[in-house]
């Protein structure tokens, strides 16, 4: 004799039925009550549409849960391997509830920003405070790096947004930008140094000197490069570090030109002025990914960044 697979019993629970909480709860109660009367009570449910729930979840399951009679309610043998899952079940629907809720009542949850240095050792810790002051239950991670990188890690989820630079002729079709703030340059370079008596520098008196460079890469160089252009600077020193930047300025070695977000790192044995150049500076954005929502902590910080450092020019 050959058996029909589709009538088979294996293939019929081999089918994943539509069961709802509603029902999960209405079989814990029974289960526990081992009364229609008494469950329904407690399911805030007339007895008829309890035993309707019932009927339903039993029809779904294939088989009889419970065995009654006008005395009792009994679990079927299948009845109780079900009750462990059904319970289960209702344990995890009710975990994964209060972890979403959590999240946005923002209890729990974790934030990943991708930062420019200069804004990462800057503004954004003042920000960072505050906003852990106000949900200490999110977590704040924070990767400091160039902007290429900054935008790379975006795109690869594993930063929820980044404020950084755009390169020029960068191709974001696929993240969506906000201006955060405009950025000017200084100068920075010896108290005894000519230029630091001059109250603005213009492009060509900075052609003469030793010039500490940036590397190509950064967004400092890139707008110092675009500003100065067809104009070449005396580079005798290229690096990738602000503090480098400093300690060979500081040792009298050459002169160099900075972010405003970075002058922070300049005070004391070197001096600061500013520059004549218009063309001369930088928008910071704030970047994200267009496919993609951020969750309610990442919008949080996102919106306290724009509310704190947005729609300023410094210079």
């Not at 009654?68 to 043998?77: C, H, M």
């Not at 100068?187 to 590397?215: D, K, S, Y």
Request: aromatic letters at 6%; one cysteine or more; charged letters at 20%.
């Amino acid at each position: 004799m050959i058996c029909n697979s589709n009538n088979s019993p294996r293939r019929r629970f081999l089918r994943t039925p539509d069961i709802s909480t509603r029902q999960l709860r209405a079989f814990a109660a029974l289960a526990d009550q081992r009364n229609f009367t008494r469950a329904a009570l407690t399911c805030h449910l007339s007895q008829p549409a309890f035993s309707a729930l019932i009927a339903t979840l039993e029809s779904a399951v294939g088989t009889r849960l419970f065995d009654r009679d006008k005395r009792s309610v009994r679990l079927t043998p299948e009845g109780q391997l079900f009750d462990g899952w059904a319970r289960r079940l209702l344990d995890d629907m009710g975990s994964a509830l209060e972890s979403v809720a959590s999240h946005v009542e923002l209890r729990q949850g974790r934030v990943r920003v991708a930062a420019l240095p200069s804004l990462a050792a800057g503004w954004l810790p003042a920000v960072f405070a505050e906003f852990m002051k106000a949900w200490p239950g999110i977590t704040l991670d924070l990767h400091d790096a160039l902007s290429d990188p900054c935008i790379a890690l975006v795109r690869s989820g594993q930063a929820d947004f980044a404020l950084a630079v755009p390169g020029t002729g960068a191709t974001l079709s696929d993240l969506r930008t906000h201006q955060l703030c405009s950025d000017g340059f200084h100068l920075v370079c010896l108290p005894g140094h000519p230029l630091a008596q001059e109250a603005l520098i213009t492009a060509e008196q900075l052609l003469p000197w030793p010039f500490i460079q940036m590397t190509r890469n950064s967004s400092v160089r890139q707008a110092l490069d675009a500003a100065l252009h067809p104009l070449r600077l005396n580079a005798v020193f290229e690096v990738e570090h602000l503090a480098t930047v400093r300690g060979l300025v500081e040792a009298g070695l050459g002169i160099s030109v900075v972010p405003s977000l970075t002058l922070f790192h300049f005070h004391g044995a070197v001096v600061t002025r500013p520059l004549s150049l218009p063309l001369l500076t930088r928008s910071v954005h704030l970047i994200e990914r267009r496919d993609a929502s951020l969750s309610v902590a990442a919008q949080a910080l996102h919106d306290l960044i724009v509310e704190r450092i947005g729609n300023r020019v410094l210079a």
